[in-house]
């Protein structure tokens, strides 16, 4: 795999970066292992994996990770600021390329996340934050099923 890639991180939207120097930004060593999940990751543009879907990519392009190495390195990348977590269904997580402000489609049955422009939806009469905290920002996600006949 090039050390390089197209995608998307952020504001670099269709800008050909260095995983390598995006690692280093976030503060991240930049492992092989990491600049290779990584290219996986951000080669397709903005995208909602689970962990497991992340490891099949990676096991498929002969990429040697076990699956408490791909847990590990999408929660650093989501410290780090790279992805956001997006929890939709029970015990299934999404990790989302897109960070920035937007909410989510989520099709039942298909397991499948679709992203939402922010300005799309208002939201408004938010109650206040408890003492000492703020918000961070609000996830809106929107379950979608197939009409029934």
Do not use: W
Not at 49 to 77: C, G, K, M, R, W
Not at 104 to 130: C, K, M, Q, T, Y
Request: aromatic share 6%.
């Amino acid at each position: 795999m090039s050390q390089t890639v197209m995608g998307r991180v952020g504001s670099m939207a269709g800008a050909l970066f260095s995983i390598e120097t995006k690692l280093r930004d976030c503060g991240l060593r930049p492992t092989r292992q990491r600049i290779a999940l990584a290219e996986l990751l951000f080669a397709k543009g903005d995208r909602h994996l689970t962990v497991e879907e992340l490891h099949e990519e990676a096991i498929a392009a002969d990429v040697p990770v076990s699956l408490a190495t791909v847990y590990n390195t999408l929660h650093q990348f989501t410290e780090a600021g790279m992805i956001r977590v997006l929890a939709v269904e029970g015990a299934k997580t999404y990790f989302d390329t897109n960070v920035s402000d937007h909410h989510h489609f989520f099709i039942e049955g298909r397991n499948e996340v679709l992203d939402i422009p922010v300005s799309n939806i208002e939201i408004g009469n938010l109650p206040p934050a408890p003492e000492g905290m703020e918000i961070s920002y609000v996830d809106v996600v929107i379950r979608l099923r197939e009409k029934k006949s």
